[in-house]
């Protein structure tokens, strides 16, 4: 991907996204943290962490999309991370969780400041890939030629993301697999692993999870 059609799909993303001001993101790092210990997460847990009024929690994540609350009203999925099962595995320090699509498995680990192993299947082929990401970049992946399928937003997320977005975004061990799915599903197209990195880095960033205090 070139570098001005990379700032395009860079641009396209951000645009979409819900952006984190203020002490929001202080909020929204909370969430990805403590749903990264593998249960659920109440409201009273992230005022506990951030200190925040309970009352400030609960309406600044009510005005949120992409949060996923089960039949107690905790929260079990959150802009990438889940504990509800899909086809992306994740290892985060023993812990064992999801994400909604590949290209979550790439910014996480930012997010998270931790290292995340990856188990995912390519769509097309059935195979098994694995990879292993670190914030600063992919440490390891099982295959040399693996890339993503990708999306490129033309409204803002909202709480149909993993339907409208996520379910197009898949790692496939090589351009000749991925291509009887793409030319299934229009509009999608190929990036290459590090490409799918840079993105993320770019929207963590934009979104306010850059520097972010612990």
Same mark, same amino acid.
């Given at each position: ?5 990379l700032d395009?799909?860079?641009e396209?993303?951000?645009a979409?996204a819900p ?6 993101g $202080? ?5 990805y943290? &403590?749903?990264?210990?593998?249960k659920?997460?109440?409201?009273f ?5 951030t ?7 609960e309406? &600044?994540l009510a ?7 089960d039949? $107690? $009203?905790?929260i079990?999925g959150?802009w990438g991370l889940?504990?509800s ?7 985060i320090?023993?812990?064992?969780l999801y ?5 979550d498995?790439?910014f996480?680990p930012s997010?998270?400041?931790t290292?995340?192993?990856v188990?995912? &299947?390519?769509?097309?082929?059935g ?5 292993k ?10 295959h040399?030629e693996?890339?993503v ?11 149909n ?5 996520c ?5 496939? &061990?090589?351009p ?7 030319a299934a599903?229009?509009?999608t197209f190929l990036?290459e692993l590090d490409?799918a990195?840079?993105l993320?880095q770019?929207?963590?960033a934009?979104?306010g999870?850059t520097?972010v205090a612990e």
């Amino acid at each position: 991907m070139t570098n001005r059609s990379l700032d395009k799909l860079a641009e396209a993303l951000i645009a979409a996204a819900p952006v984190f001001k203020d002490g929001d993101g $202080n909020l929204a790092l909370a969430v990805y943290r &403590t749903l990264a210990e593998g249960k659920p997460v109440s409201d009273f847990d992230l005022a506990t962490a951030t200190e925040l009024p309970i009352e400030v929690v609960e309406s &600044t994540l009510a005005s949120w999309p992409g949060v996923f609350r089960d039949e $107690n $009203n905790q929260i079990v999925g959150f802009w990438g991370l889940a504990l509800s099962e899909t086809p992306h595995v994740l290892d985060i320090r023993g812990v064992r969780l999801y994400a909604w699509c590949a290209w979550d498995t790439l910014f996480l680990p930012s997010v998270l400041g931790t290292d995340i192993v990856v188990q995912s &299947t390519d769509p097309s082929s059935g195979e098994g890939v694995t990879l292993k990401v670190s914030p600063e970049n992919v440490t390891e992946c099982s295959h040399k030629e693996m890339v993503v399928s990708f999306l490129a937003p033309d409204t803002r997320f909202d709480d149909n993301v993993v339907m409208n977005f996520c379910h197009f975004v898949h790692f496939f &061990t090589g351009p000749e697999s991925a291509g009887p799915w793409l030319a299934a599903h229009d509009a999608t197209f190929l990036i290459e692993l590090d490409d799918a990195f840079e993105l993320g880095q770019r929207w963590n960033a934009a979104r306010g999870l850059t520097g972010v205090a612990e």
